[in-house]
């Protein structure tokens, strides 16, 4: 079995990103991309909302081939305070060295795969100075460590978690622009 661990982190206000976002129209986008998120993960094919709740949703995702998983996928979303798209794991942590220093986490759990994939939204000194940092923890029960089928899924699986990453900070600005979040 060979499990692969990912973290990538992109700022989300760079120094020429305009409009700059705030961690409210993040957030928002973030609950757009857990509901369709076909615009953010160029590698997902397909997404059924297939029960919804106040505090989250269950969604079966098919991705595209060699792109995720074989087959439907089912994912467990879950918000939480207003600050959070969880998908099964959930946490908000709060820094109480830095004043108003916030983590918002929205955590997947493929639950058919055992997979786990994080969403964070992290602040850093300045009022715009955002990060969004993508986690993945991905099974292949059928590989083995060490062979060329394991590098090819470990590159592409990086690639992946990359584009996801950068993808979505794009398509939440883009909607900002266009005034579909208004956060």
Not at 7 to 16: E, K
Not at 38 to 67: N, Q
Not at 125 to 134: C, I, K, N, P
């Amino acid at each position: 079995i060979m499990k692969l661990y990912f973290a990538h982190t992109v700022p989300i206000n760079p120094a020429t990103a305009t409009p700059k976002l705030t961690k409210a129209q993040v957030w928002e986008g973030l609950k757009l991309k857990a509901r369709d998120p076909l615009r953010y993960v160029p590698a997902i094919a397909k997404c059924e909302v297939v029960e919804e709740h106040a505090d989250g949703m269950t969604r079966v995702v098919e991705f595209k081939p060699g792109r995720g998983p074989p087959g439907k996928v089912t994912e467990v979303v879950t918000y939480l305070g207003g600050c959070k798209v969880s998908f099964t794991v959930y946490m908000v942590s709060y820094n109480p060295k830095v004043a108003d220093q916030w983590i918002i986490q929205a955590d997947f759990h493929m639950v058919d795969f055992g997979n786990y994939i994080s969403n964070i939204i992290s602040t850093g000194d300045g009022e715009s100075d955002l990060y969004l940092t993508f986690t993945f923890a991905w099974d292949f029960p059928d590989v083995n460590v060490g062979t060329p089928e394991a590098a090819e899924k470990e590159q592409q699986f990086s690639k992946m978690s990359r584009e996801s990453t950068a993808t979505s900070v794009n398509e939440i600005r883009d909607l900002v622009q266009k005034g579909a979040i208004k956060a």
